[in-house]
Structure formats: C-alpha cells, structure tokens
C-alpha cells in the first residue's frame, strides 16, 4: 500500500530552489555572518553562501555540528570559528539544518538580529513552498488513483472490444459461409425456373407462366440481397482484394450507364453523362462499376418520373468540400463523379446516416422501394478503399446528389503509403 | 478582454496565436521572444509536453511603457492546434483582444487552414465574440518549404479577406516581428473602435506603436503600417 501524501516529508529542493535561496543569503554575506548554509536533513549540502575560512570546503554538514546537534547545543566551534546552527522545517517535518558562521569583530547583537531575521525568512519561504507542494501533491496524488482506476477501466474496456472484435469476426465468417451456401441452391432456383420460362420442358399455360415469372423475379431479388451480404462480410473480413489498374473513369461511368439503361427507360428516366475532360485513376473497374451500378439504381428508385438523373464526372479535390474556403480552394487530387437524383430528398441527419449499414431513411422506404440498407454501406467501404470519400448532399423535396472521388493516378503514385488493400 | 487600470496606469491586452496543428504558432512565439532578448521582461512560459507538441498553450508576456509611463502589458498566447484539443482552443480565447492566424502556406495544407479558420470562428462565437469584434492578422508561414501558396495567390487571399496578411518562416524568423506589429497595430485599432481606449489611457495609437517598435527594435514605419 503506498503512503498517503500526508505521510511524506519533501526534501528541501522540493520547497525552494536552490539558486533562489542562496540569492537570498548573499546580501547578509560579509555583514557579520561569515557564512550561511542550507543543509538537507541526511547532512549535504543544498544552498549557501560562505567567505573564507573552513566552511568554504564543506559539501556535508561537519562532525562538530552532528555531535553538537546530539548534546543539544546551538551553538559549536570548528578551530577558532563560531558557528551557530537551527532546524528547517517545514509543515510539522524537519527538512534540514541552518548554519550560521560567525565574525568574532561584529557586535553580537547585530549578528543575532540578521541570524534571527534569516531564520525567520527561510522559515516564511519553506513554509509556503510546503503549501504548494502539498497542494501539487494531492493533485498528483488524485490525478495518480483517477489515472489507476482509468487503467482499471481501460483493460476491461479493451478485454470487451477483443470479445467484441472475435464476435464480429465470427459473425462475418458466419455470414460468408452461410450467404455462399445460400446461393448455391438459388442458383438451381433461378437457372430451373429460367428454363421452365423459355418452355424447353414443355408448353406452360398462362398462369404457369406467371407463377414461374414471379419465382424468378423474386429469386433474383433474393440472389441479389445474398451477394451483397456476401460482399459487406467479405470486406469486413478482407477477403475481397482490389484489382487496381489504371483507368479512364469515363469508360466506366458509360458502362454503368448502360447497365441501368433499360431499367430506367422502363421507368421513364433519361440518364445524362456530363463528363469534363480528366485524367486518369488508378482503380478496381469491376468494383466501380459496381459502386456507380449501385448509386444510379438507388438515384433511380426514389426519381421521381418523368425525369433526369445527372452523372457529372469532373476533377475535384479528394475530400468532401469544406465550409470554409478562405485560405483557398483545394488542389483537384481526384476525379469527383456525382449522382444527382430529383427524388424527395433528405435531411441532413439521413445525410451523414445513410451511408451506415443496415440503415434506412425510414422504415416506409424499404417497403416501398426494397433493399435491406447494405448497398450504400458497400458503397462506402469500396469508395475508401480506393482512398477515396463518399458523402451526400440533398435538401428535403429538392432530390440528393451522392458524390465519391477516386484519387488521381499520378496523385496515388507520388504517394508510396497509400494503401489501396482492404 | 483588455484590462485598463486607470489609477495604476496598466493597460493589460491579450493576443493569442491560432492555427491548425504544425502551424508554427510555438516557433513563432520562440522567435518573437529570442528577438526580445531581455527586453520582454519575462520568460516564454512553455508547458509543452512529450513530442514537443503544445498540450495546453504557450504564454509570452511582454511588458513595456507607453506615452507618460502607463505599464503596457501584452499577453501572447498560443493554442493547442490538434483537433482533439478543441476545449483547451476555447478556454485560451476567452476575452481575446486580437488574433494571429499562422496558416501553413504549403497548398497541401489548406483544408487544414480551412478548418481550423471555421473553429476559430465557432470558438469566438461560443465565447460570445465574433471575427468582427476580434483584431486578426493572418501569417503565412513556412515560405520557405516546397509546393506552397505563391506569392499572388496570397495576395488574392488577402484581397478577400479585411485581415492584414504577412509572409513567413518563423524558424528563421521572418516575418515573426512584422506579424507582431501588425497584430499590435490591428488589436489597437480595434480596441480603441470598441472602448476608445485612446481617450481612456491618452495613448494615441502611433505612441503606442513607437513604444512597441522600441521594445522589439524594428522601425515603425506610419505610413505603411497605418494608410
């Protein structure tokens, strides 16, 4: 068990600086004191100024002044020299000696007044440097048990985020496995029911016909929900490398296009490419096609129709805009492709959630449009992985714009650190 | 908020570097107070930590006599530039006489010249002050590193803003003294808009900037620093 603070005697140079004290004596030196010492409480010496004569030599209290101390005298003498001695304290706790040579020519009672008055001062200046070492150190003493029962806290703390950890790591692996196995017998589902569809077994009436046409559908539906799952776990576990190469963005902003074309067209929705000339990127085409398959057809559900969704590629720096620009506007260090929807819009709040898995803007909104709430959240983990940022901007009832960058080629070459792995 | 103690004759100002982290806020007040030599009259109190990175602030108290002996003292504050330290920012600008913004001039920096230009904002606000009420030079400093600001761009920036605007490398101290002056300068102007402190300590401004370019040694030049 440690001590109390209160248990402890500071030594001198916890009180008073050396140098301070001994810029206090030096004034008496001379005047009839030939010689003023601090000295700590085990006899070395701490501060003192001293003419000639033997105390000049002394780096620890003298034996005459330890056998003086024991037989109770104030006073002692080394040869002819006259010396005089007092205790230190400081609360209750002796801290040290004092010592005082004297000048045998100097009127006695002068000498005794500075020897008083010395003793007197360093007394003030020992008692108030006690306040404040006592004040520092229940402050040290507090902030030392706060700081042990914050360690405390923090070892629980990390034991339950490793459980944590393992938990969902477990939980990934689980629902890889588990989506893969789900997918296999879908499959057969999906590929059956197509095949049952194009009749190669035989005529089907009209109702046959539909009752396959709505397994199918629903099958895909269920096909596409378990890839990406499968996707989000296999991030989450990071199992699902990029393929980084280099790119021209635009080629696969237009194939992105082309893959939701008939779904839009279906829903009266023309697609505009407005494209500035850029340079290239250094990417996972596969993975952006899929991040950009995945905004548009998000853009698309919540259009409202007739209408336009706007895919604006452009250079732009990195990072989301800032709100301040005073010191300027940021170099262009990305290419910035922007999904721009005239839907109903979102708050600010669904803003800066939406990108979070498993999240919806309301819960109408899956009944009215699908999706378990993964797409945006795979969005953003493949958008960072290419070191990039993703962020939404909308006002409610005025659409959404969904923007994501992709680091320049030249700028993820120049740095060798950017780490483009999961 | 500056202190004015009419029967002592002591006028106390308080002036506080910002900026993002790195800045060079610290090197500044190093620089300043070397420049000083004995003649700040006190110690750079530095409670840096490990790393060397500010933890709490800097303090540079710098004390001189203006007109008929009134005491002037400037308190020079610098602020922990790290993100986190965002409560520490706004304790340190409480009752703030005037600004100095040493922004990194490197163009890979400015988001976070940005940023920390729209904290200081909200931390004046929730300390019931505002850029407006508040003196503020801007500093670009580290003029001598690869890949920064040019020279026009900064004066583009300059002509954007109502700040005086001062170029630098504080590590080798330029331009530390002349962000110094025009701190003083603006701070002045703006208490004396605000509290008509020439009247209240018969200071006249240009008294007040002679007595400043004494203590720091460098030529105040009227016309330039005060059109």
Redesign the interface.
């Known amino acids: 068990m440690t001590h109390s603070f209160s248990d402890r005697v500071p030594t001198l140079d916890k009180l008073i600086r050396g140098e301070d004290l001994k810029r206090c004596f030096r004034p008496f030196a001379g005047t009839g004191l030939r010689a003023i010492m601090a000295f700590y409480v085990d006899g070395g010496l701490f501060a003192g100024v001293t003419d000639d004569g033997p105390s000049e030599a002394w780096e620890h209290l003298p034996p005459e002044a330890l056998l003086a101390e024991r037989d109770g005298n104030a006073r002692f003498f080394v040869g002819d020299e006259e010396f005089q001695r007092y205790h230190l304290y400081a609360g209750a706790e002796r801290v040290g000696t004092l010592i005082f040579g004297r000048v045998h020519e100097t009127e006695t009672e002068v000498a005794d007044m500075l020897v008083e008055g010395i003793v007197q001062m360093v007394g003030t200046l020992l008692q108030s440097g006690f306040a404040t070492w006592v004040t520092s150190e229940l402050h040290r003493t507090a902030s030392e048990e706060s700081y042990r029962a914050l360690e405390v806290q923090n070892l629980e703390l990390s034991r339950a985020v490793a459980h944590l950890r393992e938990l969902d790591q477990m939980k990934s692996n689980f629902l890889a496995t588990v989506s893969h196995e789900l997918r296999t017998p879908l499959t057969s589902v999906i590929g059956f029911t197509d095949m049952l569809l194009k009749e190669i077994a035989g005529p089907l009436n009209e109702e046959q016909r539909d009752y396959a046409a709505t397994i199918l559908e629903r099958g895909e539906d269920l096909y596409a929900l378990i890839t990406q799952i499968l996707d989000l776990s296999r991030i989450e576990v990071g199992e699902l490398p990029l393929d980084i190469e280099l790119l021209e963005i635009g080629a696969v902003v237009q194939r992105a296009v082309r893959s939701v074309a008939l779904l839009a067209e279906r829903a009266q929705i023309e697609l505009r490419i407005e494209s500035s000339p850029v340079r290239r990127v250094r990417g996972d085409a596969v993975r952006l096609h899929q991040v950009l398959v995945n905004l548009l057809s998000n853009a698309i559900k919540f259009q409202a129709t007739p209408g336009v969704i706007r895919v604006q590629v452009s250079e732009a ?1 990195r ?1 989301r805009p ?10 262009d260090d990305a290419v910035r492709i922007a999904v721009t929807d005239e839907g109903p819009g979102l708050t600010q709040e669904q803003c800066s959630r939406v990108f979070d898995a498993f999240y919806q803007v309301d819960a109408s909104s899956t009944r009215s449009h699908g999706g378990a709430g993964l797409g945006l959240s795979i969005v953003s983990k493949l958008v960072h992985a290419h070191g990039g940022d993703v962020w939404a901007e909308s006002e409610l009832g005025r659409g959404a714009t969904f923007s994501f960058t992709v680091p320049l080629a030249e700028v993820v070459e120049g740095s060798p650190s950017a780490d483009l792995d999961f | 908020m500056v202190r004015i103690d009419v029967p002592h004759r002591e006028v106390t100002i308080k002036l506080v570097y910002y900026g993002p982290a790195l800045s060079g806020k610290t090197t500044n007040l190093q620089a300043l107070h070397r420049h000083l030599g004995a003649r700040a009259g006190s110690d750079l109190v530095t409670l840096d930590t490990e790393n060397d990175r500010t933890l709490f602030f800097d303090l540079l108290p710098i004390h001189f006599q203006a007109g008929s002996g009134t005491k002037i003292s400037l308190k020079l504050f610098t602020v922990p530039g790290q993100v986190f330290h965002r409560a520490t920012r706004k304790i340190v600008l409480q009752g703030v006489d005037g600004v100095a913004f040493v ?1 990194d001039s490197r ?2 920096e ?2 976070n ?3 920390s ?2 904290d200081l ?1 909200s931390n004046l606000k929730e300390n019931g002050l505002s850029m407006s009420k508040v003196a503020r030079v801007v500093q670009f400093n580290k003029r001598d590193l690869p890949s920064v ?1 040019t020279d026009e ?1 900064i004066a ?2 300059a002509e ?2 109502n700040e005086p605007v001062v170029s630098a490398t504080a590590t080798e101290g330029v331009g530390v003294v002349e962000t110094f002056m025009a701190l003083c300068q603006a701070t002045w102007r703006s208490l004396q808009r605000r509290y008509e402190i020439e009247h209240k300590t018969a200071i006249s401004g240009r008294t007040f900037m002679e007595a400043i370019a004494e203590t720091v040694r460098t030529p105040y030049v009227p016309e330039v620093m005060d059109p």
Do not use: D, H, Y
């Not at chain 1, 709100?323 to 506007?329: L, P, Q, R, T, Y």
């Open positions: 720096p990072q800032c709100a301040e620009s005073f010191f300027g506007i940021e170099a | 922004a163009v890979s400015t988001r010249n940005n940023e230009w729209l904002k600001r761009e583009t920036i954007r803003g």
